[in-house]
């Protein structure tokens, strides 16, 4: 049973940092990639960054680039997201999702999201 879970939310002030850390379980993870999202009040899911199975390959959308960084630790299980320079506009709840493939930037093609975690960016 495919299992994600996004941790590491919480409130920081515009310019601070967060890394979210996405813990997996029930499949072998050296075979998904792992990916992002996050969905703000009133707004449509937004595809944030994701990273290849074997990590080579990674993502990142252009709200987010030079911004944010995706990295994963085989021995974990886990994927993290780094997320610097933060804006009011990325309050967000923000989740993980997997496929299958060895890459995929096809948001249809994940999933198992599980519950997201929190991010709000405000003075």
């Known amino acids: 049973d495919v299992q994600l879970q996004a941790s590491g939310g919480g409130e920081v002030q515009p310019g601070g940092s967060l890394r979210l850390s996405c813990t997996t379980s029930?499949?072998?993870?050296?075979?998904?990639?792992i990916g992002w999202y996050r969905q703000a009040p009133g707004k449509e899911r937004e595809a944030i960054s994701c990273?290849?199975?074997?990590?080579?390959?990674?993502y990142y959308g252009d709200s987010v680039k030079d911004r944010f960084i995706i990295s994963r630790d085989g021995d974990k299980a886990a994927v993290y997201l780094q997320m610097n320079s933060l804006k009011p506009e990325d309050t967000a709840i923000y989740y993980c999702?997997?496929?299958?493939?060895?890459?995929?930037?096809?948001?249809?093609?994940?999933?198992?999201w599980g519950q997201g975690t929190q991010v709000t960016v405000s003075s």
């Open positions: 999702a997997a496929t299958r493939r060895l890459y995929s930037e096809n948001e249809n093609e994940y999933y198992s």
């Open positions: 990273v290849s199975s074997s990590g080579d390959r990674t």
């Open positions: 029930g499949f072998i993870f050296d075979d998904y990639s």
